[in-house]
Structures are given as structure tokens and as C-alpha cells.
């Protein structure tokens, strides 16, 4: 068994490369490339990544560097309501642009999947700190799985690996990773799944 300093490093290396913004901005584009197979389909990508992470990730950063955020990963549960209401309204003008230009439906239908995951995790966290970074995890999976194949069902370990660096980081208790691996992959699998 690797040394507690060891495995603290890898649960935080862990955490940065798996975190809500990394992976939504790699599946959205993912997404959109396969929607047209090509650069077109890459562009709606680009398009619905600016809002669905990149606009909101710049508030959180921005809030950071305010003092009002203790970090990007926004921690503390108190600290949470702002930076998520602030997301939900970023990705519902995303979607609603994406609707009116025309954009492939999976693009659609992934931008309106993180729109209800975030409502979601707005009204539990307004209770509980639930982990989105779990949640994130498994829908991208579900997501992948049904875009490109079962075979990408070999990705699941990353929930195990995700869930860990949450618990292991002490971010996070089971329950709350347990909760947010559910929340992922149901709204994938009821919210994207049917839409595309």
C-alpha cells in the first residue's frame, strides 16, 4: 500500500482531471464532433462548451480570486448556491441559443442533461453536499456509452477511481459519491438518452 502523502497526491491529481469542468468540456466537444461526424459538429461543441462550462467555471474562478469562493472546486456547501444558480442560467441561455441556431440534437440533448442535473444539484445542495464531481463522472460515461458503444463501458472503473479521490480527499463521505454516481447516470440515461 503506497504512503498517506502518495496517495493524497494521487487522490488530488485525481480530482483535478476528473473535475466537473474538465469532463464536461471534453464530452460536450466529444459530442458535438460525433453529432456531424466533423469540424461542423466540432464548432456546436465549441459553442455549448462556452456556456455549459466555460462561463461558468470563469465565475467560480472569478469568485476565487474575490475572496468569496474558498476554491474552484467550491467545497463548502454554503459557498455552492450562488456559482450553481449562476451555471443553470449560463447553460439555459445556451441551450436556448443552441435551440434557436439549429444545433444537432445530441448537442441539445446533452446541454438540456446538464441543465437538469444542475437543477438538481442546486435544490440538494441546498441541504446536503452531494458530489458533483461523481455525478459529472457517471453521466460522461453513460453519455459516452451511448454515443460510441458499449465498449466504452470499460470507463466505469473512473467512478471507483472519482469516488475514492472525493472520500480519500475528505471532500466527500460515501453516501454523498453513492448519490451523485446515481444522480449522473439516471439523468443521462432520462434526460439524454431520449433527447438525442
Known amino acids: 500500500m503506497?504512503?498517506?502523502?502518495?496517495?493524497l497526491r494521487l487522490a488530488r491529481f485525481v480530482t483535478e482531471l476528473t473535475a466537473p469542468a474538465v469532463l464536461v468540456s471534453a464530452l460536450t466537444l466529444a459530442v458535438g464532433w460525433h453529432s456531424t461526424r466533423g469540424t461542423h459538429g466540432l464548432a456546436?461543441?465549441?459553442?455549448?462548451?462556452?456556456?455549459?462550462?466555460?462561463?461558468?467555471?470563469?465565475?467560480?474562478?472569478?469568485?476565487v480570486r474575490r475572496g468569496r469562493l474558498t476554491d474552484h472546486?467550491?467545497?463548502?456547501?454554503?459557498?455552492?448556491?450562488?456559482?450553481?444558480?449562476?451555471g443553470l442560467c449560463s447553460v439555459a441561455a445556451g441551450l436556448a441559443l443552441l435551440?434557436?441556431?439549429?444545433?444537432?440534437?445530441?448537442?441539445?440533448?446533452?446541454?438540456?442533461?446538464?441543465?437538469?442535473?444542475?437543477?438538481?444539484?442546486?435544490?440538494?445542495?441546498?441541504w446536503w453536499k452531494m458530489s458533483?464531481?461523481?455525478?459529472?463522472?457517471?453521466?460522461?460515461?453513460?453519455?459516452?456509452?451511448?454515443?460510441?458503444?458499449?465498449?466504452?463501458?470499460?470507463?466505469?472503473?473512473?467512478?471507483?477511481?472519482?469516488?475514492?479521490?472525493?472520500?480519500?480527499?475528505r471532500d466527500h463521505t460515501v453516501p454523498q459519491v453513492v448519490a451523485g454516481l446515481a444522480l449522473g447516470a439516471l439523468v443521462a440515461a432520462l434526460v439524454f438518452a431520449p433527447l438525442r
Do not use: K
Not at 503506497?2 to 496517495?7: I, V
Not at 455525478?135 to 463501458?153: H, R, S
Open 99 to 126: 435551440a434557436v441556431l439549429g444545433a444537432p440534437r445530441p448537442v441539445l440533448a446533452l446541454t438540456a442533461a446538464g441543465l437538469v442535473g444542475l437543477v438538481v444539484a442546486v435544490t440538494v445542495s441546498h
Open 44 to 63: 456546436w461543441g465549441l459553442l455549448a462548451t462556452l456556456f455549459v462550462s466555460g462561463i461558468p467555471f470563469a465565475y467560480i474562478l472569478g469568485g
Open 73 to 86: 472546486h467550491v467545497g463548502i456547501r454554503e459557498q455552492r448556491r450562488v456559482p450553481l444558480l449562476f
Open 132 to 169: 458533483i464531481h461523481s455525478a459529472v463522472a457517471a453521466g460522461t460515461v453513460v453519455v459516452l456509452v451511448l454515443t460510441f458503444g458499449a465498449g466504452l463501458l470499460a470507463m466505469a472503473p473512473l467512478l471507483v477511481l472519482v469516488g475514492w479521490s472525493r472520500v480519500r480527499l
Open 2 to 7: 503506497p504512503p498517506p502523502g502518495r496517495t
